[in-house]
């Protein structure tokens, strides 16, 4: 079930992909350990038996919902449509097209015989499920309408709108009443199973109870600090649950008196969801995570999961639950096995980088935990339990013997990558600490923070050096030049300051853009100095004094790297869109000379030795190929030049070889925090997983085979 969709799309993957990413306990991985394939030098470290997710279908969906007899599973998508999946095999079966704009809630019928779909085109639309066939279209929202539910007997459903209202109809259509009462927007909508209540959760902070056969208020919840996104009943009607804003899910009696408050979420929880047997609770969060409860004794399973999970729902035979990461995968899980009994282990925080150090021998992730893995035997050599909150910037000292990390606990700290010892913490900051680098000699580290500075550390003896003030916002990165004398430091406040490293003296502050500025790079000379913005736009600028040379524009979303040559002539940009092409500029002059078609946004650039190629988080990008040859002068078309050597597809489905498909990674191994080096794959996913693989010089004569 697990290899399904990709030995499906390339059976001969059974051979490859399923050999490498199954437990190494897993019948298939004993069966054919014999043959292992021998052009892949080093393997990702697995788990020793299957973990309780079934499977993961790769879609773009939202919400989910299973049928009453738990055959069907149904997905709404930001596209307008609705998916309807087998819930035992994975398979698709069909696609309900209508709406015109993103579908944001699904439920069946108790029969399982209708579907509804609420959209943020502002109508319910009815549907056969048998036929996928649309009944009727129901018009009365003014504004999006974001959750639908059926009453227990069907005879009912129920719509919850950003208008404030929710309105009840029956089954022709009809509309039966409308109930107001909210002051912001309402975002779920639940009925009792004897059908008699009604229970709305509103961004105006309260929950609702009504009466259906009235549309009386009965009363008003109040206890959230924040916006209430769900509510949900259970099935003995005894309870209710409510996720919010402020991480919390809330169970309330019938009477309206919250009995717990259940705690451990680190943002919002956008779902809850009771088992059929009313004894479990589960709860999606913006914090990457399903959580489920024990209505009794509170937390009892954490499902890790690589993005905000928007949706998730039991299966109502209670063998099943789907989850929904945002805009993207549907997550079966298996909730009847013992593996779904033993926690998940594995970081309690997302991958934000993966770095090599400057030798390769080694490579880091970051979340709570950082672990130093052993780059040539795929181990991990140490896992660092440092920081107390996530960590948002990692970095190696030049000789790779220290390793630097920053975190949102305020604090940095230095560790030797040998044998993993906390040499010592480095306290100061007030808030988040964003970002963290050494000088090319080592003997200072520099850090940015959203308390508005950066500090200059000794690195020896961890004493801080200095404090530099005067940025009056978040400062998001800071660098040294290369030579280490001086520093760059970009800002929300939309500036740029460049600062003597010696003194602590601002030198200059770097003025024109209109949004915040991501990042600033020094040239390898130190003579210019190149930044990227949140309004699109890449600036150059004269480093000594100052000047703003010219302004780059061409890009449509915000700058998330930029990179000069080693002879300073020409500069690499790429943005956060991922129909946006990389950029080649030439420095002097600010024309625009190559445009790359990637396919994804690139989030590290830098210019191989030769300035033949730029190196990515995708792989080796060349920049002379013969179609570029081909262009005559002054006439700048889009190249697609692949990927040179080991690399990633743009969608991060495959380890490619020359832009060829060698390795199929299923979804829960695909990440967007990739490096490339050489032959080496390191890829970091939001469940805080790193793995590290290597191809052998074989691979390429695998191709011809595969």
């Known amino acids: 079930m697990y290899h399904k969709q990709g030995i499906e799309a390339a059976p001969l993957q059974v051979y490859v992909s399923a050999l490498i990413f199954c437990p190494t306990n897993s019948l298939i991985r004993r069966f054919f350990q014999t043959d292992e394939l021998a052009w892949i030098n080093v393997k990702p470290a697995m788990e020793s038996d299957w973990s309780a997710c079934l499977q993961t279908l790769e879609s773009c ?47 069946f019928s108790h029969d399982s015989a209708l579907l509804i779909s609420a959209s943020n085109d502002c109508t319910i639309k009815i ?78 902070y309260t929950i609702k109870i009504w009466e259906t056969s009235s549309g009386v208020c009965l009363r008003t919840l109040i206890g959230h600090s924040d916006r209430v996104h769900s509510v949900a009943f259970s099935h003995d009607s005894t309870l209710l649950a409510s996720g919010s804003d402020d991480g919390t899910v809330k169970i309330w009696d019938n009477s309206g008196a919250c009995l717990r408050t259940l705690e451990g979420h680190k943002s919002t929880v956008y779902s809850v969801a009771f088992s059929p047997d009313s004894t479990l609770i ?29 949706s998730a729902a039991f299966s109502h035979d209670m063998t099943r639950l789907a989850s929904v990461e945002e805009q993207s995968n549907i997550r079966i899980w298996d909730i009847c096995g013992s593996k779904f009994l033993h926690r998940t282990e594995s970081h309690s925080d997302v991958f934000d980088s993966v770095n090599f150090s400057h030798d390769l ?95 200059i550390w000794e690195t020896s003896s961890g004493i801080c050096l200095r404090t530099l003030q005067g940025h009056s916002h978040s400062v998001r990165s800071v660098t040294f030049s290369h030579n280490s004398a001086l520093l760059a430091s970009a800002s929300n406040d939309c500036t740029i300051k460049i600062w003597e490293t010696s003194s602590g003296a601002c030198l200059r502050t770097l003025k024109g ?42 890009h449509n979303h915000w700058i998330t790297s930029v990179a000069f040559s080693h002879d300073s002539n020409r500069l690499a940009s790429s943005s956060a869109s991922a129909g946006d092409d990389t950029r080649i500029w030439d420095v002097s002059s600010g024309e625009c000379l190559q445009t790359l078609r990637i396919g994804c946004s690139l989030r590290s650039l830098c210019f191989g030795v030769t300035d033949l190629y730029i190196n990515s988080n995708i792989g080796k990008i060349p920049l002379y190929t013969p179609r570029a040859l081909e262009v ?8 697609n030049p692949g990927i040179f050597g080991v690399g990633l597809s743009p969608d991060g489905k495959w380890i ?14 695909q990440g967007g925090c990739s490096i490339i080096s050489g032959r080496m794959v390191a890829i970091g996913v939001g469940s805080g997983r790193v793995w590290i693989c290597k191809l052998g010089y074989a691979s390429s004569r695998v191709l011809s085979h595969l």
Not at 157 to 167: G, L, M, N, P, Q
């Open 361 to 455: 021998t080694q490579v880091t992730s970051y979340a709570i935990t950082l672990p130093v893995w052993d780059a040539t035997g795929g181990k991990s050599v140490a896992t660092l339990e440092c920081h107390s909150d996530s960590i948002r910037s990692v970095t190696f000292s030049h000789d790779s013997t220290l390793l630097a990390s920053a975190s949102n606990d305020c604090t940095i700290k230095i560790w030797e990558t040998s044998s993993g010892a906390c040499l010592r913490t480095l306290i100061g900051h007030s808030d988040w600490v964003v970002s963290v680098t050494f000088s090319h000699d080592s003997t200072l580290l520099v850090s940015a923070s959203h308390d508005y500075t950066i500090k």
């Open 61 to 107: 969906d939202s919400s989910v919902a299973y049928s009453h007899d738990s055959s069907w599973l149904a997905s709404t998508s930001v596209n307008g449509t609705v998916n309807i999946w087998d819930a035992n095999s994975g398979a698709h079966l069909r696609t309900l097209w209508g709406h015109s704009d993103y579908v944001r809630s699904v439920a």
């Open 632 to 639: 005559p002068p002054g006439k700048v078309e889009p190249l």
């Open 656 to 669: 490619t070889y020359n832009s060829d498909n060698l390795v199929w990674i299923p979804p829960d191994y």
């Open 282 to 310: 589960a709860s999606s969060s913006g914090d990457q995570t399903v959580r489920i409860w024990n209505v009794t004794d509170n937390f009892l399973r954490l499902l890790q999961h690589n993005k905000s999970v928007m």
């Open 127 to 204: 549907w056969e499920t048998s036929s996928g066939a649309c009944l009727r279209t129901l018009i009365g929202h003014s504004d999006w309408v974001v959750s639908v539910t059926f009453s227990h007997d069907s005879t009912l459903f129920a719509s919850a709108s950003y208008d404030r209202t929710v309105k009840i109809w029956d089954n022709s259509g009809a509309q039966l009443r409308t109930l107001w009462g909210h002051s912001d927007y309402v975002k779920s909508a639940a009925f009792s199973h004897d059908s008699t209540l009604l229970a709305s959760a509103s961004h105006d």
């Open 513 to 554: 853009y209109s949004d915040g500025v991501t990042l600033a790079t020094f040239s390898y000379n130190s003579t210019l100095l190149a930044s990227g913005s949140f309004d699109g736009t890449v600036r150059i600028w004269e480093a000594i004094s100052g000047v703003c040379l010219r302004t780059l524009k061409g």
